[in-house]
């Protein structure tokens, strides 16, 4: 029997240890945090749902221009403790989801920290595991009866790591959790920030940036480049931006934020250029590092390249045969979705099942910014480097009769095809549910569908995802000519 030890409990370990589960393996789960790890825990799920609230708000707004009369915003107020309260209350009760999934499963879950062994054991792995008090659920075996803090051996045949990443910290901008905080802190404030800072105006950044804003606190976004999220498609970035200085937002672009204080009332934030700004509270936002330190990696000869990221091939497989990574622990793209897929497929290759290797032509990806981001394929980026041929086109919403019932004036459909064939590769939306209006997009191109075939589609009306097929009829006709 296949003896496989998972190290980290996020989407990229629980969902390879599903997949091990139902193939029959002995499986052992160590994770720090709890079942869901980051992503559930203090990532993904709970931004996610700080942001539903904000979108609560939002509704409240403006709602003159529908012939609604309300006296605004006034008697509308929120509950920073009873908003917090209910993203603390939702994660953990997703991870208590994933825990009951993985014991269903016939998983060993250990809370706990696991690192690489002192050496390999012919053809197993030792892995040193430490458990914390808590939840650890093992039938038998090894870790059965275990008490805190008492470090044990384990053997393996595969051992995958899928221990994630951490908030980057900046020396000169320590987090305190009272008033310069990362994003896993915000959720134990009782009250919500006057005036936020946020640095760093990558796709975190800008999320919560643009969640706060909507809450109603004055938000300063403090964007080292030219324009806020600025890996993600120009247009798009940029039709953001707008929305968020027409609402509101002060955005310095070309800033670097160099340091925070704590005055005791508020933050000073000084930028590269020496300029100081000032607010309530400060979110550093400025990407992640990978947990992949404290693994023992390098004793075992475990490849680690730049910024520290395991180094995998598309199957997962890190150099030492038997040892397979998977999620943020590696960079090749920090997505849940993708996290829980290279686990899978990690699980599929060490067991020996037909198993394709990861392909990210058609992962689409979402930026829960209002308007949402939603790309997938290839890019623009792409397409004027030369990288790839293709034909676009540009759908402002501004036509579709759905938005203007709703009075959207600022998303739009981009399409990229194969000139020749008219075949579809690539796409972004900006739109409110743009997570939702993508997936015809993302589906063909997996199908590889032709302009000419999504034209055809006949889509409701009046409806956003209308656009899609009419981007496509616009590239038929440009075929045309
Ligand atoms: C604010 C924010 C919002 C995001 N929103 C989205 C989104 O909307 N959609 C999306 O697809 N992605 C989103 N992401 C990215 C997503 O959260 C990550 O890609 C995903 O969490 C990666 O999963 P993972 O399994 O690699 O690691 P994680 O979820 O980070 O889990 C790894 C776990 O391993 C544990 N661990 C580490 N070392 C050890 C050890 N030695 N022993 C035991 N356990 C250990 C850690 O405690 C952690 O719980 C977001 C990220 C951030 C920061
Ligand atoms: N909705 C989602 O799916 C979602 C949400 C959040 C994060 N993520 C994932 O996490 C990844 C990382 O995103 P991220 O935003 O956390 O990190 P990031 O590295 O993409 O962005 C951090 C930004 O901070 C800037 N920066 C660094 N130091 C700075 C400083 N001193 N002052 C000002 N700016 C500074 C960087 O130039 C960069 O633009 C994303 O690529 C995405 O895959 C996904």
Request: net charge negative; charged share 20%.
């Amino acid at each position: 029997m296949s003896r496989i030890v998972i190290i980290g409990g996020g989407p990229g370990g629980y969902e390879a240890a599903l997949v091990a589960a139902q193939l029959d393996a002995d499986v052992t789960l160590v994770e720090a945090e709890g079942p869901g790890g980051a992503c559930v825990l203090t990532d993904c799920v709970p931004s996610k749902t700080f942001i539903a609230s904000s979108e609560v708000m939002t509704g409240y707004r403006h709602n003159e221009r529908f012939g609604i009369r309300s006296a605004g915003l006034e008697g509308v107020s929120v509950d920073a403790v009873a908003v917090n309260e209910r993203v603390k209350k939702l994660a953990l009760a997703q991870s208590a989801d994933i825990h009951a999934k993985l014991i269903k499963a016939g998983v060993d879950v250990v809370h706990g920290r696991a690192r690489l062994g002192e050496d390999t054991l012919g053809h197993t792995h030792q892995v040193l595991v430490t458990p914390h008090s808590g939840q650890s659920s093992v039938r038998s075996g090894a870790a059965a009866g275990r008490l805190d803090g008492d470090t044990y051996a384990v053997e393996a045949t595969t051992v995958l790591l899928a221990t994630g990443a951490t908030p980057r910290v900046l020396a000169t901008a320590q987090p305190d959790g009272e008033r310069i905080l990362d994003w896993r802190q915000l959720y134990d404030l009782t009250e919500l920030p006057s005036h936020l800072i946020v640095i760093g105006s990558g796709v975190t950044g800008a999320e919560f940036a643009s969640a706060y804003l909507a809450m109603g606190v004055q938000v300063t976004l403090v964007s080292s480049r030219e324009r806020v999220m600025p890996h993600e498609d120009a247009d798009a970035a940029m039709a953001i931006e707008r929305v968020f200085r027409e609402r509101g937002m002060a955005i310095l672009s070309q800033s670097r934020g160099k340091s925070v204080v704590n005055t005791g009332s508020g933050v000073q934030v000084t930028l590269g250029d020496g300029q100081v700004v000032e607010g309530s509270h400060a979110l550093i936002a400025v990407g992640a590092v990978p947990n992949t330190a404290a693994l023992g990696l390098e004793e075992y000869g475990v490849q680690v390249g730049d910024g520290g990221y395991v180094t995998v091939d598309r199957v997962s497989r890190t150099n030492v045969p038997g040892i397979y990574a998977a999620g943020d622990c590696t960079g090749v793209l920090p997505l849940a979705s993708v996290a829980a897929m290279q686990g899978r497929i990690a699980i599929w290759h060490a067991m020996g099942e037909a198993v394709a290797p990861l392909r990210l032509r058609t992962v689409s990806a979402n930026v829960f910014t209002d308007p949402e981001l939603a790309t997938v394929g290839v890019t623009q980026n792409d397409v004027d480097a030369g990288r790839v041929p293709a034909r676009q086109v540009m759908l402002p919403l501004t036509g579709n009769a759905r938005a203007k019932m709703a009075d959207l004036h600022d998303g739009f459909v981009k399409l990229f095809c194969r000139p020749a064939t008219g075949q579809i590769v690539g796409g972004v939306v900006v739109a409110p549910k743009a997570s939702e209006l993508i997936l015809p997009i993302t589906m063909a191109i997996e199908n590889n569908l032709t302009v000419d075939q999504l034209a055809h589609t006949i889509t409701i009306y009046p409806s956003l995802s209308g656009s899609i097929a009419e981007a496509a009829r616009q590239l038929m006709q440009h075929e045309l000519q």
